[in-house]
């Protein structure tokens, strides 16, 4: 029932900016963690930023001071403002729902690429 869609992504250069958007529809408790991840062919999926309920954040230290991860509860969606982006950004950014009893969701991605 739950369902995430990421959109934003696209084609930029590099010193260049993009906001992806994740638009959540269907029930979920008050208190949720949402993250955005970002994959590579032939790579994990790597944790890339982190929202709390209470927009408490953590970022990886590779994105730290570039992007900002922020959410806007009611309109059920999180974002996701890279700025000063590199080739190095590029891949294919997902969205997910981290939510209370182990339970985990995911978008179907947006593809970033960063062209120098």
């Known amino acids: 029932q739950v369902q995430l869609v990421e959109s934003g992504g696209g084609l930029v250069q590099a010193g260049g900016s993009l906001r992806l958007s994740c638009k959540i529809s269907?029930?979920?408790?008050?208190?949720?963690?949402m993250g955005w991840y970002r994959q590579v062919p032939g790579k994990q999926r790597d944790l890339v930023a982190t929202?709390?309920?209470?927009?408490?954040?953590t970022y990886s230290d590779a994105v730290k001071g570039r992007f900002t991860i922020s959410r806007d509860n009611a309109k059920s969606t999180v974002y996701l403002q890279m700025n000063s982006l590199t080739t190095e950004d590029s891949g294919v950014y997902y969205c997910?729902?981290?939510?209370?009893?182990?339970?985990?969701?995911w978008g179907q991605g947006t593809q970033v690429t960063v062209s120098s």
């Open positions: 997910n729902l981290q939510r209370p009893g182990a339970l985990e969701h």
């Open positions: 269907g029930t979920i408790s008050s208190y949720n963690v």
């Open positions: 929202i709390t309920t209470g927009v408490r954040t």
